[in-house]
């Protein structure tokens, strides 16, 4: 109630520097509370603009089937030693202090060593991380991103920072006294988050040349890990990872680069990459570039996918599957936050698609034919010199219902937005629950 008044009679500004202290407190004062449980578990971080939630369900399911009991939180929910516990209904893929701090004392009580937390730049901007001690930090890429929040490029960067600046700053514990961080080779950042101190550091790469072999050694970099002949298809991707095989179920080359991080994190823990890739062998995540089983002749994903590169990635992964056409149903999540992005939407979606149905996404209090009219100037972009059919159907489900019953054999449906989550945040700030997986199922029966 106290926070609703507060968001009506403050200027924005003032609630935005007023958050870092008022959740910092909060967060210091649950992990007091509760008896400080980060201490008592190795604790993983794992941040970047996509594929951070894939990577910490990779890496708990890697743990968890080597014998080592892990837990985690991120956007899909919190699990205990691979048992999810319950959805992410509260729209944070980070959740505030205060529950970050119960989950992992949840953790504790389970009998688990090791815990994975999603970490993102919101709720790092927030201080939503304090009083928990990192032992390991991880990233998965870096695009620009929430700059409506962040302000631009270089503080959402430095908001993404903050975790490795944490791990560095962090208690060291008896029972795993080394500080660890894992980075990308290949990102165009890696400089930045490589000048972060730690105990041990190490690196993913498609390819290892002589100019990247100094970036590593300049940074201490002793542990690498190459990524070789990715063979992708619709059914998942075989690749290796320092010449070991490996196989997942989930399509997309992004995934085989999430696979990559959490296979590489789980070695600097101890596991055989072997192990790692038994584990990834049957990988799924329900809403996660899913295929929904159809007898209809035509395939049908769903994907969170709620950023631009995320949503690029999955598009790319469907155009290189044979098809048809490619038919893509869409919103722009996050209402106010990030409008920059709906005309990218819009223009990364022509890019792929050759059928297009704009609706809602999480609109919150925003207009939804304002975010829709808006994503259709991105597509006329493209559309100019490209065909294109384009609707815009604001209710999801009955868009969702037209691109299946319009289908054609051959086709592939690429639902994005929503995925995993179990709400839908309609206009007015009106919350319903939503399990778009079990829609399409309903529709295609």
């Given at each position: 109630m106290l926070k609703n008044l507060l968001k009506k009679i403050l200027p924005k500004t003032t609630l935005k520097k007023i958050r870092p202290f008022w959740h910092g407190f909060l967060a210091s004062a649950a992990a007091f509370r509760n008896g400080f449980p980060s201490k008592q578990l190795v604790v993983i971080g794992i941040t970047g603009t996509a594929g951070k939630s894939t990577t910490v369900q990779m890496l708990a399911k890697i743990m968890n089937d080597s014998g080592l009991k892990t837990g985690y939180v991120t956007t899909v929910g919190y699990s205990v030693n691979g048992d999810v516990f319950n959805k992410n209904k509260i729209s944070l893929s980070m959740p505030s202090g205060p529950v970050l701090q119960s989950r992992l004392l949840d953790m504790i009580d389970a009998g688990c060593k090791y815990a994975v937390i999603e970490a993102t730049s919101e709720g790092l901007a927030q201080n939503r991380h304090f009083g928990i001690d990192f032992d390991m930090a991880l990233l998965t890429n870096l695009h620009p991103a929430h700059l409506d929040s962040h302000g631009d490029f270089e503080s959402y960067k430095r908001a993404k920072g903050r975790l490795f600046k944490a791990v560095s700053a962090s208690m060291r514990k008896e029972f795993f006294p080394a500080k660890i961080i894992g980075l990308n080779l290949d990102s165009a950042d890696f400089g930045y988050f490589a000048g972060f101190k730690a105990d041990k550091k190490f690196a993913v790469t498609s390819a290892l040349n002589e100019e990247k072999s100094l970036m590593a050694t300049a940074a201490g970099i002793k542990n690498i890990y190459i990524l070789e002949d990715i063979k992708a298809t619709a059914e998942g991707s075989n690749f290796k990872i320092s010449n070991q095989e490996f196989k997942i179920g989930v399509p997309g080359e992004f995934n085989v680069w999430n696979a990559l991080l959490a296979a590489s994190a789980a070695n600097m823990l101890g596991?055989?990459?072997?192990?790692?890739?038994?584990?990834?062998t049957n990988f799924k995540i329900i809403g996660r570039m899913e295929e929904i089983d159809s007898v209809k002749g035509f395939k049908v994903f769903i994907d969170y996918a709620p950023e631009p590169i995320a949503m690029e990635n999955s598009l790319q992964a469907v155009s290189g599957m044979p098809h048809k056409r490619v038919v893509h149903v869409f919103g722009s999540t996050g209402g106010h936050r990030d409008v920059g992005k709906r005309q990218e939407f819009g223009k990364i979606s022509a890019t792929y698609a050759d059928k297009i149905i704009i609706t809602n996404d999480d609109v919150y209090e925003s207009d939804p034919v304002k975010i829709a009219e808006e994503i259709k100037n991105g597509i006329d972009a493209i559309a100019s010199v490209k065909?294109?059919?384009?609707?815009?159907?604001?209710?999801?489900?009955?868009?969702?219902?037209?691109?299946?019953?319009?289908?054609?054999?051959?086709?592939?449906?690429?639902?994005?937005?929503?995925?995993?989550?179990?709400?839908?945040?309609?206009?007015?700030?009106?919350?319903?629950?939503?399990?778009?997986?079990?829609l399409v199922e309903t529709l295609l029966r």
């Open positions: 596991v055989e990459l072997a192990k790692s890739a038994e584990a990834l065909n294109i059919e384009v609707k815009t159907i604001l209710d999801r489900g009955e868009a969702i219902r037209i691109a299946i019953a319009e289908a054609e054999e051959g086709d592939i449906i690429l639902i994005t937005g929503k995925g995993s989550e179990n709400f839908l945040v309609l206009p007015g700030d009106k919350r319903i629950d939503w399990d778009e997986h079990k």
